[in-house]
T-cell receptor, first 110, second 115 residues
Framework: KNEVEQSPQNLTAQEGEFITINCSYSVGISALHWLQQHPGGGIVSLFMLSSGKKKHGRLIATINIQEKHSSLHITASHPRDSAVYIC????????????FGQGTILTVHP | GAVVSQHPSRVICKSGTSVKIECRSL??????MFWYRQFPKQSLMLMAT?????????EQGVEKDKFLINHASLTLSTLTVTSAHPEDSSFYIC???????????FGPGTRLTVT
């Protein structure tokens, strides 16, 4: 079992739908990172959080440290949101190293 | 702020040659840089961690003589793939973090094709 599990692995939505991607981890963490990777390959950092909730535009990330779970929500999804979303955690055992989930492939149709 | 660049974005080289990939932090001092490799449809695999001015720490299974990493300044790290072979073809991504901060900032990646 991977230390970081994401669900679903693939997600298809219609434009305008509310989307949730989940991330569960089995190790102690210092912080959690949500990343976005477009087909061209470049990775964009969406959020880094260690507690509570963060919001940026149509994106919302939450984390529950006790339950070892985080969610990424996209409101009013758009085709340009189509990408791979990756959850990664800083375990703290090796400073600064990330452990990655397998990614969620999101496709938003117009 | 916190922009990381990589050069080149794409490179094609012949088998047996060496190729160098640069990773630069453009607007901050990166005390630690990370090099990742990504195979198609897979997540990122950490190859090595480098701290400015010291030798890189390689992950298990990564050949340090094959993948030479240099982090000579606070804004530049280089990855040299020596005697490249077709199996080295991959997407290589670097990231950088500031001293005292966890957050990694990722570069746009370099796609290496070895013919």
């Amino acid at each position: 079992k991977n230390e970081v599990e994401q669900s679903p692995q693939n997600l298809t939505a219609q434009e305008g739908e509310f989307i949730t991607i989940n991330c569960s981890y089995s190790v102690g963490i210092s912080a959690l990172h949500w990343l976005q990777q477009h087909p061209g390959g470049g990775i964009v950092s969406l959020f880094m959080l260690s507690s509570g909730k963060k919001k940026h535009g149509r994106l919302i990330a939450t984390i529950n440290i006790q339950e070892k779970h985080s969610s990424l929500h996209i409101t009013a999804s758009h085709p340009r949101d189509s990408a791979v979303y990756i959850c990664a955690v800083y375990t703290g055992s090796s400073y600064g190293k990330l452990t990655f989930g397998q990614g969620t492939i999101l496709t938003v149709h117009p | 702020g916190a922009v990381v660049s990589q050069h080149p974005s794409r490179v094609i080289c012949k088998s047996g040659t060496s190729v160098k990939i640069e990773c630069r932090s453009l607007d901050f001092q990166a005390t630690t840089m990370f090099w990742y490799r990504q195979f198609p449809k897979q997540s990122l695999m950490l190859m090595a961690t480098s701290n400015e001015g010291s030798k890189a720490t390689y992950e298990q299974g990564v050949e340090k003589d094959k993948f030479l990493i240099n982090h000579a300044s606070l804004t530049l790290s280089t990855l040299t793939v020596t005697s490249a072979h077709p199996e080295d073809s991959s997407f290589y991504i670097c990231s950088a973090s500031r001293e005292g901060f966890y957050e990694q900032y990722f570069g746009p990646g370099t796609r290496l094709t070895v013919t």
